[in-house]
Each structure stands twice: as structure tokens, then as C-alpha cells.
């Protein structure tokens, strides 16, 4: 038993009802039901009714299961581009979505800047080739965020053609995105949705399934049971085409219904209520710096922070007091911290954790 | 809350203890653990050291964790095959593995007999040319089941070459195989584990590393995050290329404990008692024929019965008891039953059955 507070970047802190609902999943044996029953399907049914509601997602996008980001990153590829792709990089996971299309044969060539910073539209040249563009809104290695504003200023500037495919892995619902101006968003449920990890959520529109069905139609192949055609029809009738991860999207409609009680807009405002709190500390600290720059590029989420003390000297001076932020991603382990922000930590956990951290640290 | 136990052929009924360790998975915060941590990784560890001992694994054997079997179809014809697979196919299942591979632009064979037939070892002919043979050691949708000397004795015939995958995944740990006769081997964990689903487990000797190293020497493409050389070196160092179901490899770890306290050969004799018991009232019902003729092929853990009442009014007549039997697959929906007879079935949760499906339909 831990009464330890997950601030690390995802996994993370459950949301708190999760441990509740998964009482009621065992106790109505979910995890025995058959993935082609009706009760399956209203399970399914129940999860994505609620994120369009949620993500006030329009009818031209579908919702698709499947089991991890990384797994979207493959299928996003092989499903939508034949040549190209072309992707913003400025951290770890923009990176390995880049090489992910070399690894799959494409041509992939990419706008990189440093870690830690984020992109600005007019320095951004897409080769009219590229057939998907990979925006990453938000970069958890790094927690450099791409604003909403500046996505639709580089689809004003770049023109109606390439597909648009944005990583909010680990800022989803944060972004109010204009879904006029992209044609794809994911996340992965162990961020922000506060879900055990093996589930990745993928929203696409009608340009992206024709291009799916396009390349098909060339005898190209994209893929086999987890191809947008094999997915889409399976998902119009609430299932898939494997037997999924059912526990995860029974608590994944539970969760997502109790977001919608409280309403995305103030689910926004607690988010960036709790970053000004984290980000104002930060600033004030001795021991520590914003490691994003510019204001603008600051994500909400996923917050990092140099440090002077190793940061396996922080979470281990946090340890006692059951409360665990993340150390930094690859080379900056020990020189970065990373403090996720996400809907299933309280305001009052936020509050705890920097009272501590001025305590501890300074 | 529901009492009703699962006879389904998976998702099936939980092994017992699972609702207990997911209680203390959530008491623990497992859900919440990086993936990245020793934490994690001594839950990967337990998990496949405890079925290397289950399964009695020769040291030139790996364990590999994906998301379904769907994916293992997948990844074995992108990794081992460049040209030419060839498949047995008995039933809806291996009938789809044949097709995954012709759907990832291979050439696929195969040696095909009817739905619920077994095969003969004398009539099964593998072209010279196939790299791959995909053996189905059962078959979930129709109980047909390949005897473990039926496989030694095709490798004898077809000689070392080509690489014999055998699905296993609804009847691991029950064949007692002879690892220096095939190269993989792989299972569903919500099958005979009785786990949630959302885990494949893929087994696979040197031969098969191999054979993806070689492929990607000749610069063909080998899939992304989960082929063979990316998924293996973390494999060895108990991890996975993204963040995986951590909360089923740790339910996966607990339940073999268990199963290995019980040992493999108490589980087979169980397993075997069990479902003379099931046989023998099929072939003594009114109602109810063994669907599959020839006895040495009727599987031991997914049994299929004709029945001449509907599928749908035999599942209604045992529902007031608590108990649920499968329909039959695809076609066979109405006409056939399947009984599911996995180590999280008991032996008198087995008589229980026999008895009310005697007293309700004869």
C-alpha cells in the first residue's frame, strides 16, 4: 500500500476514481466478457460518445483504439504516407516519429530546433512533397508546447494539402484545437486521461482514411489487422478487429463521463490555474529554472524545470513525503526535472508539492 | 456484480486471484509506476522467468510482450518473411494469419481442410520455398487441435529449413512441446492465463532473431517499434520499446507464480480430466455431438459441440445459473457451442456445468 503522489510524466497519477472503477470491473467480471457482445459494445460506445463530447469532437473525425503512441506513430505512416512525411523535431518523441518513418522505408525529412525550444511558423519551410506533416503540441521529453494558434498560422501558410498530425500524447484535452485546420490528434491515456498505460486514442478525418483507402487501391500495402480499413469499419460497429484492452476502454469511458461532469472548459482553467502555480515557483526557485525559454512554448502539462541539485537528489528529498516528480528525459536524467500537470492531480496536491519543494530545496 | 462463471473461449472467466492482485495493483499504485524503473522491471522479470520455468524454455528461446496475437501474425511475416509463407488452415483463425501475410504484400500458401478437420501429416506438402510455416496447434474457432508428435513429425519431413511458428493461443501451457522441433510459439494471455486481455506473448528462438537481422541487412523494412531488433534489446534488460499494459504484465507475473506452485504437469492432468469429463457427456447428449470426428484431434481446452438446439436458446436456458458457454464462430454461430476448459476453470465448476447442461438440455 502507497499513499505516494505520482507527479512523473506518465505514467502518472491515476485519476482518482479509477481504483473505484476497476473495484466494479472485477466485481462485474468485464474483464470475462466477450470483445463481440452487446456489453462490449456499449462499453466502447459509452468511452468514445464521451471524448467527442469532451474534445467537442466535429462528425467528419473518427475515434480509433489502439494500444500505444508509438503503435499510431507506425500505422500513421504506413496508412497515409507513400513518399513522405516531413516533421517538426525538437525532442525525444518528435524524433523517434521521424525515424519511425525512415524505419518504414519512407523518405522523412524534418524542421529540427534544441531541445527545450520551441518552433516559430516563419521559420518552418514544408516541402510541398511532404504528404503528412507531424506537428508535436506538445513535447513530453521537453516540455516545449506548440500553441494552438501557431498550428493554424502554419496551415494558413502551408495551404490545404498535406495532412496535419499533432502529438498531444501528453496534453489532451488541454489544446482547444480547430479541428478545420488538422486532420489528425493522439494521445496515449497515461497522461492526461490518469489510465493505467495500453491504450492509444487516434482521431483522424475523412482526408486521412481516403488516403488509407487510396493507397490500397494502388495495391500498396498498409498494414494488416490494425490498417485504417481493417480499424474503421470495426469501430463504426464499437468494436476491433483484435481483442482489445477491454479493462482500459471500460475505464476510459467512466473517466472520460466524469471529465465531462465537470466540463472541459473548467478542467482548461485547472489546468492552467495549477501550471501558474508550478511555473511562478520555478521562477522564484534558487535551485531551479523554466527550462522552456519562451513563455509561449511553455506547456501546461508536462513542466520541466533545470536543476542544480541532481534531480535524483530532489525525488530522493521528496521521497519521505510520498510524492515522486519525474527526473529528467535521456542525457538531461539528472540535470532536468519534469512535473506533470494533469487532470488527476488536485489542486491541493499541486499546492502541497510546491510548499515541499521550497521546503526541501529551496 | 455477477456470480456467472465464464466458459467462454476468451476473454473466459479470471483466474481465481486476479480480482486480489488487481486490488493490491491499485493499492500499490502499479498503474502509475515508470516504465522506465527498477520497479518495472522487476515485474517484467518476474512475469517471464516464471514462464521460462512454466513453459520449461531451452535458453535459445525469448519471450517477447505485444499487444494481441493479431500483432504477432503481424510482426512474425514482417520480420521472418521475405517472400513466401505457407499455412495450415483449419478454421477462422488460421485462416486469418494466412491472410495477414498475403495483406503484407507476401505470398502466402497453404494446405487448407475443412472447418473442425485436423491434419495429416501425409497430406501436408510445404513448398521448398516457404520460409515460414505457420502451424495452428489449436484452433479457437473450431476445436481442432494438432497433436505435438504431428508437429515433430512434419519437421522430420520438411527437414530444418523453413522456421515453424505454431499458434498456441488458446491452449499454452497445456502442449507439452519439443522446442528442438519448432521456433516460435505463441499465446493470447485471456485465454488459458485467465487475464484481461490486451497482452500477446511471443516466443521465439535464435533462428527467427536471426532471420530479422538479416532482413534488415538487406535494407528491407522490419516494422518500427516492435520489430524483433527493436523489441529484443529491451526485452533483455526487462522492458519494452513503449510504454506497454503494465498492469497486465503484472497480473501475468502473479498468476504463473501460482501456476508454477501448482506445477505444469498437475495443470496438463487437470486440464486432460477436465475435458474427458466435457467429451463425455457431448457424446453422450441428445442434443449436443462432438464437432470434431477424429479424436486425436479434439482439442483439450476449447471444446466444440453441434448442437440441434439453437446456440442462442442453450446459452439462455444456462443463464438463470450463472453460467455461460460460447455460440459457435462466424457460421457456425447458432449451430455449434464452445466450451472453454482453462487452468482458471475448476473441476467442480466443470461438473457443475455438465450437470445443469444435462438436467436443461439433455
Known amino acids: 500500500m502507497t499513499n505516494k503522489v505520482f507527479f512523473t510524466p506518465g505514467p502518472s497519477e491515476l485519476y482518482p476514481t479509477v481504483p473505484q472503477h476497476m473495484a466494479a470491473a472485477m466485481a462485474n467480471k468485464i474483464g470475462s466478457i466477450s470483445h463481440r457482445s452487446q456489453q462490449f459494445k456499449d462499453i466502447y460506445a459509452h468511452a468514445v460518445t464521451g471524448l467527442r463530447q469532451l474534445l467537442q469532437l466535429p462528425d467528419n473525425f473518427e475515434i480509433l483504439l489502439l494500444s500505444s503512441a508509438n503503435e499510431i506513430w507506425e500505422r500513421a505512416i504506413q496508412n497515409t504516407v507513400e513518399q513522405e512525411s516531413f516533421h517538426l523535431v525538437n525532442g525525444s518523441f518528435s524524433k523517434r516519429f521521424y525515424e519511425i518513418s525512415k524505419e518504414l522505408g519512407r523518405k522523412a525529412t524534418k524542421h529540427e530546433v534544441a531541445f527545450g525550444e520551441g518552433f516559430e511558423v516563419d521559420q518552418i519551410e514544408v516541402p510541398a512533397t511532404a504528404e503528412l506533416v507531424a506537428l508535436v503540441q506538445n513535447e513530453t521529453s521537453s516540455g516545449a508546447s506548440l500553441p494552438v494558434a501557431a ?9 490545404p494539402e498535406p495532412l496535419f498530425f499533432v502529438d498531444a500524447v501528453s496534453s489532451m484535452p488541454h489544446p482547444a484545437f480547430d479541428y478545420s485546420k488538422i486532420d489528425s490528434v493522439y494521445f496515449s491515456v497515461q497522461k492526461c486521461f490518469g489510465l493505467p498505460a495500453g491504450l492509444g486514442v487516434w482521431i483522424l478525418n475523412e482526408r486521412c482514411i481516403a488516403k488509407a483507402e487510396a493507397l490500397q487501391a494502388k495495391g500498396l500495402s498498409v498494414g494488416s489487422y490494425h490498417s485504417i480499413p481493417s480499424l474503421l469499419p470495426k469501430a463504426k460497429i464499437f468494436q476491433t478487429p483484435e481483442t482489445p484492452n ?117
Chains 1, 2 share one sequence.
Do not use: C
Not at 151 to 159: P, T
Not at 321 to 350: C, T, W
Open 151 to 159: 498550428i493554424n498560422a502554419l496551415r494558413e501558410k502551408v495551404g
Open 246 to 362: 477491454v479493462l482500459n476502454i471500460y475505464l476510459l469511458g467512466h473517466v472520460v463521463e466524469e471529465m465531462n461532469k465537470k466540463g472541459v472548459d473548467t478542467l482548461r482553467q485547472e489546468t492552467e490555474a495549477k501550471a501558474k502555480l508550478i511555473y511562478d515557483y520555478i521562477a522564484g526557485s534558487e535551485n531551479f529554472e523554466v527550462a522552456v525559454q519562451k513563455e509561449s512554448h511553455r506547456s501546461a502539462t508536462t513542466i520541466i524545470a533545470n536543476t542544480k541539485l541532481p534531480a535524483s537528489e530532489v525525488i530522493k528529498r521528496l521521497a519521505p513525503f510520498d510524492m515522486a516528480v519525474g527526473s529528467g528525459y535521456g542525457s538531461y536524467k539528472e540535470s532536468q526535472i519534469r512535473i506533470a500537470n494533469f487532470p488527476a492531480h488536485s489542486l491541493s496536491q499541486v499546492q502541497a508539492l510546491v510548499y515541499k519543494l521550497k521546503e526541501l530545496v529551496s
